[in-house]
């Protein structure tokens, strides 16, 4: 419809006020806010720094990880975190990781499942490990990022991983990476699917293969990568070939790190033979050689592998387990209880920490969130704030030690912070009368329907 201009009211210019840009937060105080929302969620840290800083008594279990890393190469490396829900083996393991990672070794960490890494598959379980590598940073500041990076640091330092004596009689590295010598390292697809042959046990080696084929080599010196459920013997000495390798790079080895282990209590006979034969070739490779030890059972294949459990230890291997029934029988020997374990100090039984060690982590973490997440003045008063750990140091005290599941406890001190970082202004009474009630709760002192 038309409308005549003298009819129409003219608006004021609008001047809208200037956004004010947050100031933006500092890379500490980033990562502590990182830090502090995968705690809140029951998550564990990605970041070492952050994961180190909010275990309790963290500085001295990266200590005791390291003392265990620096004996590997000699004495072997082959620890089984056994604890409950909420103890923390995942949490230790990744601290684990994190203290490998910075120590200079090349790990591999997999979660048992029954369908993606189900351990009565070892082909399974070594393609996770094999995809899941992560290597150190070095000390000019690059890092290789996955196989492929690895392949390229492989080919750059050919001269000197070339002369390993297990790569040398493993027909599977030696004479793919022999032909992929011959072709440019490049996103080429079907590069990447030649060289993906080794890690992801492709039946299909077609690409390879032809590689092999226009360079004049004959594609029968490439075995099978079977996928028979009888081949945890291979697909372990791969794995014992991939640390010479690494070490051959200047790397301190490679660090296996498995959880869920107890996943194999659910499965028939059969599948569980097969699961404990590549639990045992694991744990002998981890481990120096055992004078006189029953060799390992045999495996469903025609190939000829070297016996690597005699010429130990290879690669570290941290396990997380539940205990469940595993030590019932004070009779049955330690090996046939969890066939991982070799000797008493193989085993780690993890335990809540003592209320003093609670206490001490609670004020350390308060004061952190004051720094980084603030302002939180009530965190960051000393009075105040020992108000607030007392409530959480005295309910867990009245806890047995059985009952201290610590995944709750750590939930339950980042209460405190979330509260007042909803933005309301909380008086030290009232945090404390809510943190009071959540314990009561998590005690069992109180149920939301006693009110």
Known sequence: MAVKTAELTPIATSKPKAVVKAEAMSDSALAFRKAFEAVNLGVTPS???????????GAKEERRIVRWLERAPTEGLCKVFFGGYGTGKSHHLQLVKATALRDGWVTAFVEFDPKAADPAKPQLVYRELMLGLEFPTRVDGSQVRDFFGLVKEVRDHWAEVRSGKLLKSSPWFSETFRILQNFAHSEDDEYRQAMGWLPAFSRDASALKRFARSSGISPKVLPKMPISKETAEIYVFHLVVLNEVCRSLGYKGLALILDEAEHVRGYNVRRKERA?????????AAHAPVPRDAPPARNDHELRIPEFWKTGPHFALFV???EGDTFVDPDLPLRDACVFLHDDNDRIMLKPPQPAAYRGWCDEFFQQCARHLGPLPVLGEPDERARIVAVLGDAFSELA????VLRIWIKLATLAPAILMCGRVVAVDVLVAELKAACDAAT????PWDS
């Open 320 to 322: 997380g387990l539940t």
């Open 47 to 57: 970041a070492p720094e952050q994961l180190i800083g909010l275990t309790i008594d």
């Open 276 to 284: 404990n034969n590549l639990f045992d070739l694991l744990a002998r």
């Open 401 to 404: 030690p059985a009952e201290r």
């Open 444 to 447: 069992g002192l109180h149920f």
